[in-house]
């Protein structure tokens, strides 16, 4: 989503940002704990805590969570606001499952 939100030197906050987002529950720990040792950009860790909601990060996540829950609704709505075009989302998200997908194969 990075080049959709114009902001490709954050590519790599957001993508991993992505994938500590449900690490609370792989864990079985709260957020907090979990990502506590971690080195993370302020606004992603706020994010990850629920804090960031209109922080840059905060929006990456409103539009990966409601792409992944298919509120085409909510999805569309914050694509307007953030002027980031709809076909954004579903190819950052199939382009993050084609890289999941590499690094199991390798």
């Keep these: 989503l990075a080049p959709a939100l114009r902001v490709e030197d954050r590519a790599a906050d957001l993508f991993f940002m992505g994938i500590l987002s449900h690490l609370d529950a792989l864990l079985s720990r709260p957020m907090a704990d979990a990502i506590d040792d971690l080195h993370l950009a302020d606004d992603v860790r706020a994010t990850l805590l629920s804090e960031g909601g209109a922080t840059l990060p905060g929006a990456?996540?409103?539009?990966?969570?409601?792409?992944?829950?298919?509120?085409?609704?909510?999805?569309?709505?914050?694509?307007?606001?953030?002027?980031?075009?709809?076909?954004?989302?579903?190819?950052?998200?199939?382009?993050?499952?084609?890289?999941g997908n590499a690094l199991i194969s390798v």
């Design 60 to 99: 990456a996540l409103a539009i990966t969570e409601a792409y992944e829950r298919a509120d085409w609704e909510m999805l569309s709505a914050i694509c307007r606001r953030l002027e980031v075009p709809e076909s954004a989302p579903p190819a950052a998200y199939l382009s993050a499952l084609d890289f």
